[in-house]
């Protein structure tokens, strides 16, 4: 099995998944961080060069390659759920855990940073609330499980993303070796 972090732009897919992996002891492969090594571009780049739907091809690319390993945690790009067979993909053998926040953290996170391509519009905000409106819709049709972190730490959502893998039966609880051990 594989632990996936689906949801919004900015909601700590990234931060989260790295420190989920390191507690796991599993490799980390973040979408968007692979699509850049692939392209040698960052992912704005790619945008303004050859466009989303290009971007989003090869998303598709990354998303098979990486759906072929096990006991990995995958953070994905917030668009990821667009396509169906995405997200066929990553839930043949994967927990999918949306990540969310309120709509107004997020734009205080990300609102005015440049390298999120979808917000450069004139009015960034307006621009967010809506595809978080549409996308939110998406990520809870498809995920197992949400974890809204609009008051959690990184720390403390790695926590309840833990308890939700070891819940699954994914990963044991250390408490039943405990009592196996006694
Ligand atoms: C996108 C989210 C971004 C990145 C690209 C498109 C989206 O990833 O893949 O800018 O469509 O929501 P993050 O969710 O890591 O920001």
Known sequence: MNVVLI???GVGKTSVGKKCAERL??????TDTLIEEACSMTVPEIFAQHGEAWFREMEKTIVERVTKRQECVIATGGGVVLDRENVDRLRQNGLLIHLTMSPE???HRIGRHSERPLLQTENPRLTLESLFRSRERLYRACSDVTIDRTRLSVE???EKVIET?????IIEDPRGQLAREK
């Open 7 to 9: 949801g919004f732009m």
């Open 25 to 30: 002891k599993w490799s980390l492969f973040d």
């Open 105 to 107: 953290v997020i734009f």
């Open 165 to 169: 893998v070891r819940s699954y039966g």
């Open 156 to 158: 403390e959502t790695v």
